[in-house]
């Protein structure tokens, strides 16, 4: 993988964020980026289906942008390093067939349902874990 390619990315995404950067940039929030990461997701789609390389890699290059301009606001709930090991760690146990927690599956459509079950079993342990700070709140 191409880190220095990331972290030179990363390195514009501080330097438009910091106090001699885009005033635009500046002021915005992840609320006001949400339009433009749904515009990037659409144009990736559509150069998908198209299957033409350089579009393609070019609109991941937005969505990826999209990725690093958001982990820069996160500040210090999250940042690109805490992105990466949460998707790590949620794909590992997403895929106990490969990572060796189950056993193997005939075939994707197996695959799919045990990744469903899995993601079902993962929200329903969020909400009780949501509504057990809510009390402590109180």
């Given at each position: ?64 942008f999209q ?53 079902a079993a ?17």
């Amino acid at each position: 993988m191409a880190r220095s390619g990331i972290r030179k990315l990363d390195a514009v995404v501080a330097r438009l964020l910091g106090p001699k950067g885009c005033p635009w940039d500046r002021e915005q929030t992840h609320k006001s980026l949400i339009p433009f990461l749904q515009e990037e997701s659409a144009e990736l789609a559509v150069a998908l289906k198209r299957g033409h390389w350089h579009e393609i890699e070019d609109e991941l290059g937005d969505v990826l942008f999209q990725v690093l301009f958001h982990a820069r606001l996160g500040k210090k709930r999250f940042d690109l390093g805490s992105i990466a090991e949460s998707q790590a760690k949620k794909l590992m146990r997403r895929h106990p067939h490969v990572f060796g927690r189950t056993r193997s599956f005939r075939n994707a459509k197996e695959v799919l349902a045990n990744w469903k079950a899995i993601k079902a079993a993962e929200r329903a342990l969020r909400g009780k874990e949501v509504a057990a700070r809510n009390r402590r709140k109180r």
